[in-house]
């Protein structure tokens, strides 16, 4: 008999609950995917105790990201997707941030591939890394004004396009 995803995420909880029992602020059971709901002050705790843990053994970060939930609060849920390759395991660890104050620690710290997912993040959503080695715009200009994947971002972006002119229009 094998375990499913749903058992073997049971058993993080159980564990990040014994660890710690205000660890997890919510779990969300979906489609046989675990997301694990903590407080944002003790992400990076948590992040170290999946990776070291003998019983969980986390050590792969496949994907950051992160949802605008404009224009309720908190506004911001930004989602790490973990693996243990060893366990063939995963689980999705969330922390949800408000719109004034949208900061959580980095955790390159913890698995160094998250420092291009992170910049990402900040770049199209302008979430802060508190610690993160070099956190700056990884897909847009330096000087770009705004975030692009914020809800609130207006359509036509905030720059003034300059008129085209030399072209013909097509007459079709």
Request: proline share 8%; hydrophobic share 40%.
């Amino acid at each position: 008999m094998t375990e499913n995803s749903s058992q073997q995420a049971n058993v993080v909880v159980e564990n990040l609950r014994a660890w710690n029992p205000n660890a997890i602020e919510e779990v969300i059971e979906f489609r046989g995917e675990t997301t694990i709901v903590l407080p944002r002050k003790i992400l990076r705790a948590v992040a170290e105790h999946c990776r070291d843990h003998a019983d969980l053994r986390f050590n792969l970060i496949t994907d950051a990201t992160c949802v605008d939930r404009y224009p309720h609060e908190p506004r911001f849920e930004v989602n790490y997707h973990l693996v243990s390759i060893p366990r063939r395991d995963k689980v999705r660890l969330k922390v949800r941030l408000s719109g004034g104050d949208p900061v959580v620690d980095t955790l390159v710290p913890v698995w160094p591939g998250a420092n291009w997912l992170e910049r990402e993040v900040f770049d199209l959503f302008g979430i802060r890394f508190t610690g993160h080695p070099d956190l700056r715009r990884i897909l847009l200009p330096e000087d770009w004004e705004g975030y692009p994947l914020r809800k609130d971002y207006p359509v036509e972006g905030f720059r003034d396009v300059p008129m085209m002119t030399g072209f013909r229009k097509s007459s079709v």
